[in-house]
């Protein structure tokens, strides 16, 4: 297998991001939705207008995962508190997306991009780190319970009309 690298993106990713993280979310969970909730969601949040406007945002951070030039993960942490009604610490973080490629899962590709995340997090001074994970997703559960994140609340995430039943899960650093 070829060795991973990882880096940061620029304007000349945005085709490629959007496209591996529509084809990440589909595989996954495309089969949950009424077309019309789901192409709203792709629109809204993965397009390639909504991941060029991320990487406008100063508050947003990403890193790609590439191995032979292919990209085949990524990661999006905000520096910002995602859900303040359930902050303990006094500088939260939030690591907001995790994609992989559908065919490149169990390769250390979100190990590698959860450890870059960490290390972001640890730097720039957070104290609490919160995630959205699906209720239903529990290898996304035993992932992150590996970095020390556990259920703190039951939350919801809006696609199209649809409201899944979402955990927030934290860990205090």
Known sequence: M??????S?????????SRLAIDSFVAKFG???????????LEESLS??????????P???YQLAERDGELVGFIK???GCGFPEHARGSKVMELKQLYTAPQATGGGIGSALMDWAMEQFSTRGADEVQLSVYAHNDGAHR???????DKVADITFRVGDHLDPEFLFARLL
């Open 77 to 79: 942490i905000g520096l």
């Open 143 to 149: 992932f992150y319970r590996r970095y020390g994140f």
């Open 9 to 17: 993106t620029g304007p000349a990713d945005v085709p490629a991001l």
């Open 31 to 41: 089969a949950l939705y009424r077309p019309a909730d789901l192409n709203a969601f």
């Open 48 to 57: 390639e207008v909504a991941v060029a406007a991320d990487l406008a945002n």
């Open 2 to 7: 070829a060795e991973l690298s990882l880096r």
């Open 59 to 61: 508050k947003l951070l």
